[in-house]
């Protein structure tokens, strides 16, 4: 699901409705800073926030780490890896954030067209990426993450009106120039991610390249160019990530286990 829910705005705690659009948690650890607004500046910092947002996982963090500690398993390796007795809230967010820099999609066929491949991408593709540069998508969308490197307005020639009462980079920094600046999102595995925006108003690549011609680059795409636009955006789809749950040792008791996840 290129590492997101692929619905408009997630469900929480109780079947909540969240405000924003969840991006994807792939090559995260690219980004300029986490969250849409950029109000965490790592990973680590990220890691804390959902545990103990009541609309989202609707937890505390002394109420994981109680679960945590009552699974020897774990007790076991936060102390071989921390060389501490007690598991506590930085270990945790450090684990995670650690975990997450392991997902990154290498070797889309762009990559390797960079990389020299000359095959990786047909004439046409070739063509598309040409498009993309050419129509000025790059002055946002650029670097290793095709973007997520920095914030921009949604916006620029006529108004966005969107389906979230978000404002951006001014709930952080207080500005009122920063309103409706959100952070880039990256372009890698794009074709997967949807919805898109961060209210999730587009439901296809297609609106979504029309809507950001319209919005950012002043400029209408016609029923050509978006679709080489969207063959191009299609060649950034790398190797997705795949990981085996450990199975935890047998135990005494009678807990449940975490049973491993299937390999995908």
Not at 22 to 50: C, E, I, M, Y
């Amino acid at each position: 699901m290129g590492g997101t829910d692929n619905i408009a705005t997630s469900i929480g705690d109780h079947w909540q409705q969240g405000p924003i659009n969840a991006p994807t948690v792939l090559n995260s650890s690219l980004n300029v800073a986490q969250f849409w607004d950029g109000r965490a500046a790592d990973l680590k910092a990220q890691a804390g926030g959902p545990i103990a947002n009541p609309g989202e996982m609707g937890f505390t963090h002394t109420l994981a780490l109680g679960v945590l500690e009552s699974i020897p398993a774990f007790v076991r390796d936060f102390r071989q890896v921390f060389a501490k007795d007690k598991v506590d809230i930085e270990q945790v967010t450090l684990a995670i954030a650690e975990f997450e820099k392991t997902l990154v999609t290498p070797n889309s066929r762009f990559d390797l067209w960079l990389l020299g491949k000359k095959d990786a991408l047909s004439a046409d593709e070739v063509a598309d990426y040409k498009l993309f540069k050419d129509s000025g998508c790059v002055a946002c969308h650029n670097g290793p993450a095709v973007g997520a490197n920095s914030f921009q307005k949604m916006g620029i020639v006529p108004a966005y009106k969107a389906n979230s009462p978000a404002e951006g980079r001014s709930a952080v920094t207080g500005k009122d120039a920063d309103r409706f600046n959100f952070k880039v999102p990256t372009l890698r595995n794009v074709e997967l991610t949807y919805p898109y925006f961060h209210d999730g108003a587009a439901n296809t690549l297609g609106e979504a390249v029309d809507t950001m011609g319209k919005l950012q680059l002043g400029k209408t795409f016609t029923k050509d160019e978006n679709a080489k636009v969207v063959s191009f955006l299609k060649t950034l789809t790398g190797d997705q990530p795949s990981f085996m749950m450990p199975i935890l040792p047998p135990s005494s008791d009678t807990t449940p286990r975490p049973q491993p996840f299937a390999k995908k």
